[in-house]
């Protein structure tokens, strides 16, 4: 008879998107590339095999330094040298540190942890390992002082040599020497605990003396004493005119080194980082991006290093006051063919071929697709901007049964939702209104005749039903249809008697 009715209404949103990063390409690993000096962590695993064969061909020595130490090819390899009669000394970091920060900054599952302790128990009698709680550089040197050849790594020796974003640096033999002046340095003067025995730690006497400081304007350092890593940055950084490339894991927003960056990006150099996607860079990322910087990530960067027109280097350590201040870190700054090279893998390659690009504030407009909340990061800050968001309304009954699109619409309050719509789609149902409960029909007074005793015919009023049916209730009127075909009748009854049309 009276059907129901659709109606929708789109309401745009003009509410930007929240800090975050947008996806512009699917996330794939690195590729390995073609050079003999920088080295990129790919599926051909070229970097974890120059380390494995840099330990292979030692004659004499091996030193090895990395925060995380679980990578089973590299270890094997470690343990044969020893076997050999080669002498292998050992960095890394104090148990109790890779507890505290792996699971938070470096993005490694705690198994990692137990790996790595697992590896110390393989490598325990066998090599000379010392460790302490700053200990973050990632190198690898052979025969320093008979034919010195090495390699410095922004990953760690374990599964970031198979699975994360990473360079590795292959060193010139006065550069693989100075690198090892400054292990040698900070075993000696600098190390904690010294590795005992499975699972036993022993802490450091004294040195007999201090290793003398190597000299070499290539190898940048951090260490107790020392930041001439952190003066390379600066120096690199402020010396951009026209273009400043930097990749880096960890970077604190109030870092000078990261207020150079951002100085720069507002002076109008073409600023582009290169970071992962995480909660812990977002205050960072967002004062780069508002000054006017290209901030651009992958799920699994680790790398770190600066290109500019001032040159170029790569690193171990983050742009943190725990890396760039304090810790043990080393850096190389490359030469010219080595800072070309870098310069085409991070402005070529990651700048065409990384996922995520991050976002202050976009127009919901201007991207459709999936999002990573800059607060949340990967592991549950995924989220979606889609075309349109339907919500169905709780249904709408209309004043008046002939009038339907008069009914007014009903609060239209945005759900709670993990998605990012573009529009929402508001629906609901206008239906009918039905005679309420408890009214009472208004009858008509009419006269009929009727034959009374006798045969004799007389007038008499009763009261009927109207056609159509009318009733009241609490002072309202209410004429009711019952078939289609009365249409008009109960329009003008209505209209007559200023009533509502309803339903049965």
Same mark, same amino acid.
């Given at each position: 008879m009276i059907d129901p009715i659709r109606r929708t209404r789109v309401v745009p949103v003009s509410e930007p998107l929240p800090p975050c990063w947008l996806r512009r390409n699917r996330t794939a690993p690195d590729i390995d590339g073609r050079s003999k000096v920088l080295l990129r962590v790919g599926p051909g695993g070229r970097l974890r095999q120059a380390l494995v064969d840099t330990v292979d061909e030692a004659t004499e020595v091996v030193l090895v330094a990395s925060f995380l130490l679980s990578d089973e090819a590299l270890a094997d390899a470690l343990l044969h040298a020893s076997k050999r009669g080669k002498r292998v000394y050992v960095l890394t970091a104090s148990g109790d540190k890779l507890s505290k920060y792996v699971p938070d900054e470096e993005g490694f599952e705690k198994r990692m942890v137990e790996e790595h302790k697992r590896l110390l128990d393989r490598l325990a009698g066998r090599v000379l390992l010392r460790s302490a709680d700053h200990f973050h550089a990632k190198l690898l040197v052979a025969d320093p002082q008979t034919n010195p050849r090495g390699w410095i790594s922004t990953a760690n020796f374990n599964k970031a040599l198979r699975e994360s974003v990473e360079l590795g640096v292959r060193l010139r033999p006065e550069t693989a020497a100075a690198v090892a002046g400054w292990f040698s340095y900070v075993f000696w003067s600098e190390a904690e605990h010294e590795l005992a025995g499975k699972?036993?730690? =022993?802490?450091?006497?004294?040195?007999?003396? /201090?290793?003398?400081?190597? +000299?070499?304007?290539?190898? &940048?350092?951090?260490?107790?004493?020392?930041?001439?890593?952190?003066?390379q940055a600066l120096r690199l950084v402020?010396?951009?005119?026209?273009e400043l490339l930097v990749a880096c894991f960890g $970077?604190?927003?109030?870092?000078? &080194?990261? #207020?150079?960056? /951002?100085?720069?990006?507002?002076?109008?150099? *073409?600023v582009t980082v290169f970071t992962r996607p995480r909660p812990a860079v977002r205050d960072a990322a967002m004062r780069l991006a508002e000054a006017g910087a290209t901030v651009l990530a992958h799920d699994k960067l680790h790398a770190k290093a600066i290109v500019s027109e001032a040159?170029?280097? &790569?690193?171990?350590?983050? $742009?943190? @006051?725990?890396? $760039?201040?304090?810790?043990?870190?080393?850096?190389?700054?490359?030469?010219?063919?080595?800072e070309r090279e870098l310069r085409r893998i991070l402005a070529g390659d990651w700048a065409k071929r990384f996922p995520w690009s991050f976002a202050p504030s976009? *127009?919901?407009e201007d991207h459709l697709g999936e999002i990573c909340l800059a607060d949340?990061? $990967?592991?549950?800050?995924?989220?979606? /901007?889609? #075309? +349109?968001? @339907?919500? !169905?309304? @709780?249904?709408?009954?209309?004043?008046? =049964?002939?009038?339907?699109?008069? =009914? !007014?619409?009903?609060e239209m309050r945005a759900p709670q939702t993990q998605e990012f719509p573009r529009r929402w789609r508001f629906e609901w149902e206008v239906r009918p209104p039905r005679l309420p409960k408890g009214a009472k029909e208004r009858l008509r007074e009419v006269e009929r005749e009727k034959k009374g005793k006798g045969g004799k015919v007389k007038t008499a009023k009763?009261? /009927?039903?109207? #056609?159509?049916? &009318?009733?009241?209730h609490r002072g309202q009127v209410f004429v009711v249809l019952r078939d289609a075909a009365q249409i008009e009748r109960v329009r003008a009854a209505a209209a007559e008697l200023d009533a509502r049309v309803v339903l049965p």
């Open positions: 699972g036993r730690l =022993a802490r450091v006497r004294e040195p007999p003396g /201090v290793p003398r400081l190597p +000299e070499a304007d290539d190898v &940048v350092v951090t260490t107790r004493e020392h930041t001439t890593l952190r003066a402020e010396g951009a005119r026209r $970077l604190d927003a109030s870092h000078p &080194v990261v #207020d150079a960056i /951002v100085a720069k990006a507002k002076s109008g150099v *073409n040159g170029a280097m &790569v690193m171990s350590a983050n $742009l943190e @006051p725990n890396g $760039l201040d304090t810790g043990f870190e080393v850096g190389v700054v490359l030469d010219a063919s080595g976009a *127009n919901r949340r990061g $990967l592991r549950d800050g995924c989220r979606e /901007v889609i #075309d +349109e968001k @339907p919500v !169905p309304l @709780p249904p709408v009954t209309a004043y008046d =049964a002939l009038r339907l699109d008069d =009914a !007014p619409e009903p009763t009261r /009927v039903s109207h #056609d159509p049916p &009318v009733f009241e």
